[in-house]
């Protein structure tokens, strides 16, 4: 069973900071990795998809990593900003019984602080 | 493009009541979800479709029950409401296979009091 660690459970760092979260998953046999963010009372709006292929993905600020060997990914964002805060959560794809399972971390809340 | 649209947002339910929570995607997605999120929990998926007509149970099921007549609209159902369903419900969709990730709708909060 694919199980989905996201630590810290809150981030608090100061505006301009560079950050890193971290995605632990234990089955390596992904299909893709999914990073998102959400705002408080909203819904999940996706930053960045990794394909089991892939070891990167950019946008603007953020970089997303993959590293399935060991389990992991990183979200980096660089020269954090207040607008920034939120809670980002990490998503695994995996084959379970023939379905497509995804699994969720139970996110990182994130705090910029001015 | 509205992408996926849910609705209600907010919704306050007695004990017993039921309700549908409604789901509806512009995209010509194939695949649809509902999703519960419970304070400190991660998403836990309820129910699933892979195309019109087509539903299978998630990890939740209970409590619960959906219909897929159309690509566009996949509704979920709360029969006999209890304090347990209070949670957020979010539903999503994704193209052919979740290769190409998820898109979500913007929630439904419910309380069952």
């Known amino acids: 069973k694919q199980e989905v660690t996201q630590i810290p459970a809150a981030l608090s760092v100061p505006e301009g900071e560079n950050l890193v979260l971290n995605c632990s998953f234990t089955d390596s046999a992904i299909y893709n990795l999914q990073w998102f963010r959400q705002d408080p009372g909203k819904g999940l709006t996706s930053l960045l998809l990794i394909q089991s292929s892939q070891r990167e993905q950019t946008s603007g600020r953020l970089n997303a990593s993959l590293d399935k060997s060991s389990g992991r990914s990183t979200l980096y964002i660089a020269a954090s900003q207040p607008g920034d805060s939120a809670t980002y959560l990490c998503a695994v794809a995996t084959l379970s019984g023939g379905y497509q399972k995804v699994t969720f971390g139970t996110g990182t809340k994130l705090q910029v602080i001015p | 493009n509205a992408g996926v649209t849910q609705t209600p947002k907010f919704r306050i339910l007695k004990i017993g009541q039921s309700m549908t929570l409604q789901c509806t995607q512009d995209?010509?997605?194939?695949?649809m979800y509902w999703y519960r999120q419970d304070p400190g929990m991660g998403l836990k998926l309820i129910y699933y479709?892979?195309?019109?007509?087509?539903?299978d149970k998630g990890e939740v099921p209970n409590g619960y029950n959906v219909s897929r007549s159309t690509t566009e609209d996949f509704p979920l159902r709360l029969e006999l409401a209890a304090p347990s369903q209070t949670s957020v419900y979010f539903c999503?969709?994704?193209?052919?296979?979740?290769?190409?990730?998820?898109?979500f709708g913007s929630g439904t909060r419910l309380t069952v009091v």
């Open positions: 995209m010509n997605h194939n695949y």
């Open positions: 999503a969709s994704s193209p052919r296979q979740v290769l190409y990730g998820y898109t």
């Open positions: 479709s892979v195309g019109a007509g087509i539903t």
